[in-house]
Structures are given as structure tokens and as C-alpha cells.
């Protein structure tokens, strides 16, 4: 069975209807058809985050939305990426083998270095590309379902693995990407990408109320309320797409451009869309949330399927640099 992987950095309180529609789907609806290996990508998330009481509230949050939306635990391994400290092992020798042209092409690092902050990122951030190759490359992976914004990073790792190989013998699988074309860029209360760092984000598990308040917050231009509007050209519209079916959106769109309708009524028929799609998903994870013991024996189950791949994969990689195969002193 081919493998996917994926990870997902645990930041903020919840995962965001971007990260559910770009990444959290796609992926566990692989688990059936691949051996499924997903992880909270804590040592990535620490790249930027200080707060330690929230790393351990965020990673059982996430974990427990990926069980709410289906992922089974019995088939898929789900799993806290520094519960392998073999990745960051393998981190190192695949450092030796990049450059740092190879990492000062990446997208998070010209935009840091855009902001005028490249000598105060940490080499965490720097080096974030490096950590994700490691990610990949120490479970063969085969398919790598993410969203459109780390496509670049899958692209980096497969030059690693080549060179790797290369220069050391056929060590490493090379992974492919997995974009759904259908949900590429997933907008925020304001328009621009949905991320948490833009605080643009809507959470995905928030209750009722929380949610509509959070909808009516996103960003609409000011046609009056009688005037046509143009839903492809609209916030709101953006994302009822992703949780409406093809007759509500002709019916929704007709709305928009015959004139009294409002951005306020739009919003309203978002998020009934949302809440009616989230709501039994939301009943599961509120039940799940509150088992911390339960999402931990998850995890810890997670990481004891996945290890033995990675020491395998790790040895080979020891082996082909000239190291001893791992023992333990
Ligand atoms: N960088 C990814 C993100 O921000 C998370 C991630 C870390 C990841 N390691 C990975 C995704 C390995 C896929 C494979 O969304």
C-alpha cells in the first residue's frame, strides 16, 4: 500500500476552515486508500510559538478535530511529530546536503526577508524547509496531500532526496505532491489567504453563535443594499462555494445580482451552510476535546506504529553517509 503523509502545525486555539478544506479532508479521506501516516508538526509550530501551555492545548485540539472529521485511528497513524526524534536527526544530514540558496528561495523566508526581519527569524524558520524534508522523506513517503502553499516545500524535499541519493546511493523515495485543485486558496475574513498569522482566520469547531459573530466580521465592499452585486467578486460568495451545493450557489448567486440583497442576508446563508455542515462533526469533537487521556493514548498509539519506519529509514540513511547502523550505547 503507497503511504501519505502530512503534518499540520498545531497554532492557536483550533485548525481554521482553510486548513479543514485544504488539508484536514483531503487527508483523511486518503486514509482508506493509503497507509496513512499524520502528524501535529509541534517542532514546526515551535519555530514561532512561545507559549507552552498552548502548544499542549493546540495539539489535542487538533487532534481531536481530525478524529471528529473521521480519521480513524485503528486505520491511519496519527501522531506528534517530537515523538520521533529520529526526524530531527535525519533534519541534520539533510542539512549537509542543501544549500543555503536552496532555503533562501523559500517563500516564508523571502517574505521575512521582504519585512526586513532576515536577521532576527530564528534559524528554526530558516531551516523550516529542512525539517519538513526530514518529515517526509523518513517514512517513504509516497503522497503528500497539502494545500497550494507548500507546494514549494515538497518540491525542496524532492531535491534533497535526489541529491541525497546521488551522492550517497539510493536512500530516499521521492514524494509527490497532492493538491486538491478544487480548493486551492481558501480566503479569510478579509480576502487574503486564509492563516492564523493574518488573524483572518474562522476556526472550525467554533460553536453557534461564535461562528456567526465570526461571519458577520468578513470583509464585503459597500454597494449599497439595492444594488446588483457581483458574487465572484465576493468574500462571502468565496466561501459559501466550498459548503453549498451547485443549486444553492445558482440560487444564492441569482440573489447577489438581483439588487436588494444585502451582504448581511449573505452572510446569514453562509453560515447556515457552515453550521449545517459543521454541526454533527462539532458534537463529536466537543465530547472528544474533553478526553485529554484518551487524544494522548491516540497519539502515543501513533507514534509506536510509525517509529520503527523511521529508525528503518534513518539506518539507511546512517549507512549510506558512512555511519554505524543505530544501536544503543
Ligand atoms: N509546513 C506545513 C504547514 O505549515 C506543515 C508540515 C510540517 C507538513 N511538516 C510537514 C506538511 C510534512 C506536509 C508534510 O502546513
Redesign the pocket.
Known sequence: MKRS?????PTGEAPHIGNYLG?IQPAIALQSEYDAFY?V?DY?ALTTERDADLMRRSTYTTTATFLAFGLDPERAAFFR?SDIPEVTELTWLLSCVTTMGQLERAHAYKAAKDRGEAGVISHGVFC?PV??AA??LIYDSNV?P??K??VQ??EICRDMAQRFNHLFGETFVLPEPLVDERVMTIPGIDGRKMSKSYGNDISVVLPPKKLRKRIMQIVTDSTPLEDPKDPDNCNVFALYKHFADAEQQAELAAKYRGGNFGYGHAKQALFEVVDAHIAPYRERYDVLRADEDYLEDVLRAGAAKVRSKAQEVLDRARHGVGFPRRFTP
Open positions: 503523509l502530512s503534518g499540520i502545525k488539508m502528524f508538526a514546526h511529530q523550516y525539517l519538513m518529515d517526509i503528500v497539502v494545500g502553499d507548500q516545500h515538497i
